[in-house]
């Protein structure tokens, strides 16, 4: 198993798991749209022993205001 290690935007410091670890990149739904990850270098962790193979991503963009609302 693979796991995407987020960094940046509103999911910043999440793992999630990651099926095809070749990916570059990765759309997340979130609240009433979407935010945009993309692959940043190697995997990591690819050897028999040491650990689940990691990949890190950074955050690119959202397709809708991921700030507060108005009703908050």
């Known amino acids: 198993m693979a796991i995407a290690r987020l960094h940046g935007g509103p999911l910043d410091g999440q793992l999630l ?12 739904a979130y609240g ?12 990591e962790h ?13 955050f690119v963009e959202a397709t809708d205001d991921i700030g507060n609302s108005a009703d908050d």
């Open 32 to 43: 009433e749209g979407q935010i945009v990850y993309r692959r940043n270098g190697d995997l």
């Open 17 to 28: 798991p990651l099926d095809e670890p070749e990916l570059d990149s990765l759309i997340v």
């Open 46 to 58: 690819v050897g028999v022993d040491d650990g689940p193979t990691e990949a890190e991503f950074w």
